[in-house]
């Protein structure tokens, strides 16, 4: 059974570009969470994805937003680049939403602007 | 506002005595909370949790304590190994129905054989 994959692994960007960061799910999960790790804090919920519809959205702007496609992988696009941006990104995937479906997180994908 | 917090950024201890990592909480309606261990360049990954019914959770060496009334809750790891060296995130439920997590700041412990 293969876990949660991210890609790319590192990446760098610069103010005001545009970014697209990919997460397959775990085999048989339909749901995906997004996460943002600044340097020295725990993660920070972005949204989460369920049978491709967002199920639900933390304290972030508009111009992150996500994807998610018919075989539950999913992507985040984070537009207008902001130093502050500069993070490590998580996906985690469950097997339904809710919150006593354990959460598989993939490596993250380190994300630097500058 | 953070709702979920671990006031200590590290801790070090030696092989086979107790690990103690600590978590306080300001939102009395967390019914559940769980700790997570990360090691570099992983994603967490669950390590245990504990309902609000309860005051103690054991799993191997690993054992939750949770104390409604401070609204305090801590992972007891014993004996502590070189291997669980990482950093350990406690989060509770920021919504049953998106399966959202509020993680705290996290705390690095340090094994040292």
């Known amino acids: 059974e293969t876990g949660v994959t991210q890609s790319p692994t590192h990446l760098i960007k610069t103010r005001g570009q545009q970014v697209t960061l990919r997460c397959s799910s775990q085999s048989g999960h339909n749901t995906v969470s997004w996460y943002q790790q600044a340097l020295g804090q725990g993660p920070q919920f972005i949204f989460q994805y369920y049978r491709e519809e967002e199920n639900g959205r933390g304290n972030f702007p508009p111009r992150f937003s996500g994807l998610q496609f018919p075989n539950y992988s999913s992507e985040l696009n984070v537009n207008a680049l902001e130093l502050d941006d500069s993070a490590l990104y998580l996906c985690?995937?469950?097997?339904?939403?809710?919150?006593?479906?354990?959460?598989?997180f993939g490596p993250g994908t380190r994300l630097t602007v500058l | 506002d953070q709702q979920v917090k671990q006031n200590s950024p590290s801790l070090s201890v030696q092989e086979g005595r107790i690990s103690i990592l600590n978590c306080d909480y300001t939102n009395s309606m967390f019914d559940y909370f769980l700790w997570y261990k990360k090691y570099p360049a992983e994603g967490p990954t669950f390590l245990i949790s504990i309902s609000s019914i309860k005051d103690k959770n054991e799993d191997g060496r690993f054992t939750v304590f949770l104390n409604k009334s401070a609204k305090h809750l801590s992972l007891h790891i014993v004996p502590s190994q070189p291997g669980d060296s990482a950093v350990y995130f406690c989060?509770?439920?920021?919504?049953?129905?998106?399966?959202?997590?509020?993680f705290g700041q996290g705390t690095t412990l340090q094994v040292k054989p």
């Open positions: 989060a509770a439920p920021g919504s049953s129905n998106t399966g959202k997590l509020i």
């Open positions: 985690a995937s469950s097997r339904d939403r809710g919150l006593r479906n354990e959460q598989f």
